[in-house]
């Protein structure tokens, strides 16, 4: 099972600042790496697909990067609604798995 | 769009079964594999079980492996989750959630509002 782990636990920012999220695979997942986000009381939301790409609707401040085993989730301003939980998942190889998230909370 | 709707929660006892439903809208359901994922309180996101578009082939995790199986209906635009050993460690919302791609499942683009199970004597 390839394992996600995912830091920092929280990331205390204040709106308009930059966030990165890293998230580190313990095998080769190539570029089989999602990120989601998660507000209280809701279902997540697809935010980054095959590592680097935008899904529906999500705003071009959210950017992706990386391969094989590290990578970066970047929020480049943040906005009041980006404070959120983001977990990263691969689907590099059966089971699919998440890492244990990243809260991002308001300073 | 892509709507999913969960339903068949509850609270049960240990060893019980349950079935969970999620009828789905809004996109062609049978060119779709379609998944489970799972959330214990105050928790992260757990895999659960996956199908492929035509039922041939199925994926679970360690921890259901054997208690759990996953059916898909594509008449009735339904996917099920059967239950059964319930455990105090199944406690959790189970989401429904659709692979991204006609050919493959490589991310969830839409997921369901989920439904509480309760595993609890």
């Known amino acids: 099972e390839i394992v996600l782990t995912q830091s920092p636990a929280t990331l205390s920012l204040s709106p308009g600042e930059r966030a990165t999220l890293s998230c580190r695979a313990s095998?080769?997942?190539?570029?089989?790496l999602a990120w989601y986000q998660q507000k209280p009381g809701q279902a997540p939301r697809l935010v980054i697909y095959?590592?680097?790409n935008r899904a529906t609707g999500i705003p071009a401040r959210f950017s992706g990067s990386g391969s094989g085993t590290d990578f970066t989730l970047t929020i480049s301003s943040l906005e009041p609604e980006d404070f959120a939980v983001y977990y990263c998942?691969?689907?590099?190889?059966?089971?699919?798995?998440f890492g244990q998230g990243t809260r991002l909370e308001i300073k | 769009e892509g709507q999913l709707l969960e339903s068949g929660g509850d609270l049960v006892q240990p060893g019980g079964s349950l079935r969970l439903s999620c009828t789905a809208s809004?996109?062609?359901?049978?060119?779709?594999?379609m998944s489970w994922v799972r959330q214990a309180p105050g928790k992260g996101l757990e895999w659960v079980s996956v199908?492929?578009?035509?039922?041939?082939?199925?994926y679970y995790a360690d921890s259901v492996e054997g208690r759990f199986t996953i059916s898909r209906d594509n008449s009735k635009n339904t996917l099920y989750l059967q239950m059964n050993s319930l455990r105090g460690e199944d406690t959790a919302v189970y989401y429904c959630?659709?692979?991204?791609?006609?050919?493959?499942?490589?991310?969830?683009?839409?997921w369901g509002q989920g439904t509480l199970v309760t595993v609890s004597s």
């Open positions: 959630a659709k692979c991204d791609r006609v050919t493959s499942c490589r991310a969830f683009d839409h």
């Open positions: 095959d590592a680097s």
């Open positions: 199908v492929s578009p035509n039922s041939g082939t199925t």
């Open positions: 809004e996109f062609t359901f049978s060119s779709y594999a």
């Open positions: 998942q691969q689907r590099g190889n059966w089971p699919l798995t």
């Open positions: 095998q080769t997942v190539s570029n089989y």
